[in-house]
């Protein structure tokens, strides 16, 4: 006979424990009795348990450091770039999964699009300035021409990017756990930086869905990415020097995680980004019936109902003219109790979902209190107007201005304080008192108030962002951290940075001196030097079939230093004459040989700098159908040498840089382009941009 027991376990007991992903697999501690329960913040159910312990955090960094770096420093840039591509695309058809769950942490549709959606649009975005901005190659030059450092140029110095050595650490908030994942992961690995993502237990389990799906996907290579899954109090301890980490959360555990050991003594980098009492103020040219009152009210209603005020970048302080305090409180009080229906985030006609748990909601409720205790007056909301982990939006005003509070207690939920101020001067001296922004928002339609508010505040804040009637329907918004512009604030907020396009992939690598020849900075960087090797071909060798012209090769058989000298034309008088005439640019120094000669810069009539560069390209260019598509632009020209009539001008034509497009049939070829006169003297110096072919498969070459 079988007798069986009934399960007398709980759900509570029984959750599953969301698993971490280290050494390439995924894991769970046998042991879960510390494991921290996550509900689901409409309902109350519980979603699922986390724990770490036992974890072997240890050998997830050397994995990392070991097998994650060496297969992400074999690629190049553009091939790591094209993976984020791939990967985000594939995260996009995946979307509905993650905004399901993510539905769990109190997250609405409205803000699982700035959260999913933007967190994809964010890599893809990065992805694409790689690509674009950056070379195809493992380092990046940091300038644009090397440093001179002997007379004869046998010595130069320029400074390169390199991938950092280590690994990227980042710990992220709650709050977002897809966006605040990738816009941290995407750079790092486009540097060549594999990453250990610690995220908020509150939403982790969203990020270790987006994690799993990245995982599956099968683009990333082995041990660019792990993740650990609940608390990981010991992950500094493994990190050296080579390591960093970034991390998003209080000021007060940022301070903790900075006062460690490895970071304060043995060299691990340290970045935050936290606390931030961000500013919304209201120009002092503004009146009710103006549009910028409208657009003010509806951007601190925005900032206050999106995510429940659970952001980073939430306005928290609003400041306004003396006599328009009352006004915008009442405003803004009117817009909330019509647009915002509290409910669960399922529910397709609530427009706020509750905080992200019963406790953030006990420490919103808090924050409030210590501020009404500090002189704020409710205007609306409250800590007793909702229950469970809703919170009411709350709007408070000041008499005092300059209450400490106001300027130091951050409610992270739906809650702004409203404040008076006289002038643009005072208004400045506010914002300022938050020691420390992200963002703050000025609505004015005043040029000059604008530029006033940037002088004086610009030093407190990480973003500026202006609004009036004319980009309102364009703006992006107060909180939205953009891949284009850097995410961060000093002081309060951290003093970090990320984002800020192809910088927040430069933010996880080395830049570095080098000093040497001009081959061993050709060799290092990719990019040809003056005076480093060469193999040279002049008109008479194409001719007689010595040697073939660099325009007659693709990209698989052109190689750096590869050159070609032109002949010799002469600058005559009457060309000089037919270009003034035919271009219609009559500047004396071309046409008057008296006011040409009193020029201190002219010897005689000379020749227009554009003559010149546009007779080098007669006679450099190979004008039958080849590997070269087009000439697709010309940069850093200088005329240095005037040449009159009856000088003599040739060109000297060398490969510089080669940059093959992952996703064409073409790249892009830059030619260091001298043009000298009969006596060697350089005239004129630039680069020729052209498309040229990866293989010969477009044209048929005409010539055979």
């Not at 913040?41 to 979603?47: D, L, R």
């Not at 694409?128 to 380092?139: D, I």
């Not at 304060?264 to 103006?290: C, K, Y």
């Not at 549009?291 to 970048?313: D, H, L, N, R, S």
Request: proline share 5%.
């Amino acid at each position: 006979m079988t007798t069986t027991t009934a399960d007398t376990s709980t759900p509570e007991e029984t959750a599953q424990v969301v698993p971490s992903y280290l050494r390439g697999q995924w894991v769970t501690p046998e042991d879960v009795s510390d494991a921290t329960q996550v509900r689901d913040a409409a309902t109350s159910e519980v979603v699922c348990r986390f724990s770490a312990k036992g974890l072997d955090i240890a050998s997830a960094v050397d994995y990392a450091r070991e097998v994650g770096a060496s297969n992400l420093q074999k690629y190049t840039l553009h091939e790591r770039a094209m993976m984020i591509k791939e990967m985000g695309l594939y995260l996009k058809k995946h979307r509905d999964e993650l905004n399901a769950l993510a539905h769990k942490t109190g997250a609405n549709k409205r803000d699982n699009f700035v959260d999913v959606d933007g967190g994809i649009t964010t890599a893809l975005v990065i992805s694409s300035k790689a690509r674009k901005e950056l070379p195809n190659s493992q380092v990046i030059v940091d300038a644009a021409e090397p440093e001179v450092l002997s007379a004869d140029g046998s010595f130069l110095g320029t400074h390169i990017f390199v991938p950092q050595q280590g690994i990227a650490v980042q710990i992220n908030a709650f709050n977002f756990p897809v966006w605040g994942m990738l816009e941290k992961f995407a750079p790092a690995f486009i540097a060549g930086v594999p990453t250990i993502v610690k995220p908020g237990t509150p939403s982790g389990y969203v990020t270790q869905a987006c994690v799993k799906l990245m995982v599956e996907s099968g683009i990333l290579p082995d041990g660019a990415l792990q993740l650990i899954s609940g608390s990981a109090r010991d992950l500094l301890d493994y990190l050296d020097y080579r390591d960093q980490v970034a991390f998003t959360g209080s000021a007060a555990t940022a301070q903790k995680l900075r006062a460690h050991r490895n970071v304060s003594e043995n060299g691990v980098q340290f970045s935050s980004e936290a606390d931030s009492l961000n500013a919304a103020i209201l120009g002092a040219d503004v009146a009710p019936e103006d549009p910028e009152f409208e657009i003010f009210i509806k951007a601190v209603f925005a900032e206050m109902t999106a995510k429940a005020g659970q952001k980073c970048t939430a306005i928290r302080r609003v400041l306004v003219p003396n006599h328009l305090k009352g006004a915008v409180a009442q405003a803004l009080r009117e817009r909330l109790v019509a647009k915002v229906i509290a409910g669960d985030p399922r529910d397709e006609n609530a427009t706020m979902g509750p905080l992200v748990s019963v406790d953030q909601r006990a420490d919103v409720a808090t924050a409030v209190t210590r501020l009404v205790d500090a002189g704020g007056q409710l205007v609306c909301g409250g800590p007793d107007e909702l229950d469970g982990a809703y919170f009411a939006p709350t709007v408070l005003t000041f008499n005092d201005a300059y209450a400490p509070a106001v300027h130091e207690v951050e409610a992270f939920g739906p809650v702004v304080s409203i404040v008076g101020y006289s002038d643009t001067v005072e208004a400045i001296e506010l914002a300022a008192l938050g020691r420390g922004s992200l963002v703050a928002s000025v609505v004015t339609h005043d040029p000059e108030i604008a530029a006033e508010f940037a002088r004086g505040i610009g030093a407190h804040h990480g973003r500026l962002h202006f609004l009036d009637r004319d980009d309102a329907k364009t703006s992006t918004g107060h909180g939205s951290p953009l891949p284009n512009l850097i995410h961060g604030g000093p002081g309060r907020a951290g003093g970090g940075e990320e984002l800020g396009g192809v910088r927040s992939i430069k933010h996880h690598m080395q830049r570095v001196a080098i000093q040497g020849t001009p081959d061993h900075l050709t060799a290092i960087t990719g990019i040809w030097h003056r005076g480093a090797k060469v193999n040279s071909v002049s008109r008479e060798d194409v001719e007689s079939g010595r040697g073939v012209h660099p325009f007659r090769k693709s990209i698989a058989e052109l190689e750096i230093g590869d050159q070609f000298v032109s002949d010799f034309r002469e600058v005559r008088l009457e060309d000089i004459i037919a270009f003034a005439d035919s271009t219609g640019d009559q500047f004396y120094a071309h046409t008057d040989a008296k006011a040409a000669a009193a020029n201190p810069f002219f010897p005689s009539q000379v020749a227009h700098g554009y003559l010149l560069v546009s007779w080098a390209a007669g006679l450099f260019v190979e004008p039958a159908p080849g590997p070269v598509l087009a000439n697709i632009g010309l940069e850093n020209l200088k005329f240095l040498t005037p040449v009159p009539a009856g000088d003599s001008i040739q060109v000297v034509l060398t490969c510089k840089q080669i940059k093959p497009r992952e996703t064409e049939i073409y790249g892009d070829v830059y030619w260091d382009a001298q043009l000298l006169n009969q006596d060697g003297e350089l005239c004129a110096s630039y680069d020729v941009l052209t498309g040229v072919e990866k293989e010969h498969t477009t044209f048929v070459n005409w010539s055979d």
